[in-house]
């Protein structure tokens, strides 16, 4: 009795129907919490800042999934408590007047205040939203263990997408006044003035940055999964990175080099104009300098002219 060999075709059939079997299978044991993987913002707002209330509910979901992804929730967690200050309120009174927003990531709130025109990190309203956001998830990735400010801050910055022109600017400047600060110092200069705070979110945004470049797209959300674990932020840090924080602190400043400080200052618009004021006054004080000398040229030649012609003269004669 012959045997037939089954046909191919068919055999490929039955094993794409299992497969498709098996995944559905999968997606439907997810638990609830895997499906929900995105924030719920509950926004809460009086009525002249309902346009800004409606503008954090239209929130693009991707850009809240990227947030999420960043720092390697499966799950977003509870709901994010969303505060929008008016301008008088007792809180809006009692926060430093450049601060659009602030959050407690532990408990799970941001509070944000419209009215007030964003400064640096921000760009936009959007901005300050999706940065505090970040924090209130980063605290939630690192089971709420301390997280040194300026890894948050950095996070934040990198996470929302916000990187700018206003960042290079800011780090270029943070570069030539103060080009390898310790962590210490970094951490420092969050509690110092307006200028100095501006610096440290950039040399924050750019160190977390590089780490991201460098180091692969989850390497910030393994620093937060180990911490969730039990580890120490360094500890953590140093089983992710390879190193200790500080010294890849100290390799990412090495990294500005002369081109991350000296192009973007040699090549601005500012230079530009100062260099070619400098480079007309140079080419006038020479053309000034030559004009004098061929004027004490003449005049010594007409001196000497004079002089002969005197001698010539008829005695007596006045000129």
């Known amino acids: 009795m ?3 060999s089954p046909n191919p075709r068919a055999v490929v059939r039955v094993l794409t129907a299992l ?3 098996l995944v559905s299978l999968s997606v439907a044991a997810q638990p609830p919490e895997m499906e929900a993987s995105l924030p719920e913002l509950i926004v809460t707002a009086p009525p002249e800042l309902s346009t800004a209330a409606e503008q954090i509910r239209r929130l ?5 999934r990227r947030l ?3 720092v390697g929730l499966a799950a977003a967690g509870p709901p994010i408590q969303v505060r929008l200050e008016p301008r008088g309120s007792e809180t809006d009174l009692s926060t430093p007047s450049w601060v659009a927003g602030y959050a407690y990531g ?3 709130t941001v509070v944000l205040f ?4 964003p400064s640096y990190p921000y760009g936009s309203f959007e901005e300050v939203v999706l940065h505090e956001i970040a924090h209130v998830l980063a605290a939630r990735a690192a089971g709420f263990q301390a997280v040194p400010r300026w890894f948050n801050e950095g996070l934040a910055i990198v996470g929302a997408g916000t990187w700018s022109l206003d960042d290079q600017s800011w780090l270029t400047l943070a570069a030539v006044l103060d080009p390898q600060p310790t962590l210490t110092e970094l951490e420092t200069m969050f509690r110092g003035s307006r200028r100095q705070t501006a610096r440290a979110y950039a040399l924050s945004g750019a160190f977390v940055r590089d780490l991201h470049r460098r180091k692969g797209p989850e390497a910030i959300a393994d620093v937060l999964a180990r911490q969730a674990l ?3 932020f360094d500890e953590a840090f140093r089983r992710t990175i390879g190193t200790d924080p500080d010294t890849a602190a100290a390799v990412s400043w090495r990294r500005y080099s002369f081109w991350h400080r000296w192009v973007p200052i040699v090549t601005s618009s500012l230079t530009l104009w100062v260099g070619i004021t400098l480079l007309a006054l140079w080419a006038g004080v020479r053309k000034k300098r030559r004009r004098t000398a061929l004027e004490e040229k003449w005049e010594a030649e007409e001196e000497a002219a004079t ?3 005197e001698q010539e003269a008829p005695g007596g004669w006045i000129h």
């Open 19 to 21: 497969l498709a079997s």
């Open 307 to 309: 002089a002969q012609a």
């Open 68 to 70: 999420v992804d960043f």
């Open 60 to 64: 693009d979901p991707r850009t809240l």
């Open 106 to 108: 532990s408990l799970g």
């Open 230 to 232: 039990g580890l120490s």
């Open 114 to 117: 419209p009215d007030r025109t």
């Open 2 to 4: 012959s045997v037939r």
